[in-house]
């Protein structure tokens, strides 16, 4: 069974063939005169099945143009079974319709993504557990948890706590905190002004002097949220800010936003390409991961 990428997380595709014990399938990517994608799968014979590895992150449209044309290669190719590592679901945000005439994005995607037989899609960390009702085939998704949970061993004193920046990582907090023995966990009031879409944070739960903050989110876009709740922490006098995030973005400036801050550590996995240099950046492999899960 070959391993195929497109060409948004090709590093993440080497590491999965090399636990798969197995290489990257031959794949030319170009561009047409008029800046059309031009796909080629240069193998004679890919086998009956194949993995195809491909993040929807930026440039999002052209990763997912990429990932139908080259599904639909290797379907041609005679590949029956097609499993869709897609570590970042881009459109996932998406999962709602807030005013008439817009569309259901990510289902418009999830039906886009199967314009060739799949067996089934690997994701991780999925912004809305009803997306997998969009597809047609089984959806697992699986989460940078893990791989978290195992950077942090040893790593957890009586100081540390898990700060729950907003309403939506207070679930996901929680199952860390679970993950983690029961992480005392301090949940933060966040304000947004819907005019200008600024952050402020006003109170929380618990106080937070002295005390290791440990944040734990799925995703880091334009760096905003984490930014301000540092900034919130610092000045309630707390000794250190740590970031885990399963996705990071990318977006330009975002990084440089998180290097100027008071966070002394990110923790992202490879679910999108690295692309930064930063000091602050460690990145963890979910290549394993995703390994085990296909050897199921």
Request: with cysteine; charged share 25%; glycine share 6%.
């Amino acid at each position: 069974m070959l391993v195929f990428s497109g060409s948004s997380n090709q590093t993440l595709a080497k590491k999965l063939a090399k636990e798969l014990g197995t290489r990257l399938g031959k794949v030319e990517l170009a561009r047409f005169s008029n800046d059309e994608a031009r796909v080629w799968v240069n193998e004679a014979n890919p086998g009956k099945k194949a993995v195809l590895v491909q993040s929807l992150s930026i440039p999002t449209d052209q990763h997912l143009v990429e990932f139908c044309l080259l599904a639909d290669a290797l379907n041609r190719l005679g590949v029956k079974k097609i499993i869709a590592v897609i570590p970042w679901l881009g459109y996932s945000k998406q999962d709602k319709v807030f005013r008439n005439g817009e569309p259901l994005s990510v289902k418009v995607i999830a039906k886009m993504l199967q314009v060739a037989p799949l067996d089934k899609v690997i994701t991780f960390d999925l912004h809305n557990l009803a997306i997998p009702g969009f597809f047609e085939v089984p959806v697992i998704n699986l989460s940078g948890r893990k791989v978290f949970r195992e950077q942090m061993a040893g790593k957890i004193t009586e100081q540390t706590v898990i700060a729950a920046v907003d309403a939506g990582s207070v679930k996901s907090s929680e199952r860390f905190s679970d993950d983690l023995g029961g992480v005392p966990v301090v949940y933060l009031n966040k304000i947004r002004d819907l005019a200008t879409g600024k952050v402020v944070y006003k109170s929380m739960s618990e106080p937070v002097a002295g005390k290791t903050i440990l944040i734990k989110d799925d995703l880091i876009s334009t760096g905003n949220t984490l930014v301000e709740a540092a900034k919130f922490l610092t000045k309630n006098n707390a000794a250190a800010i740590n970031v885990c995030a399963t996705h990071h973005l990318y977006v330009p400036g975002a990084q440089e936003k998180l290097d100027a801050s008071a966070i002394k550590q990110i923790m992202v996995t490879d679910t999108v390409e690295p692309r930064s240099n930063s000091k602050k950046l460690k990145v963890v492999s979910v290549a394993k991961m995703i390994a085990e899960e296909i050897a199921v």
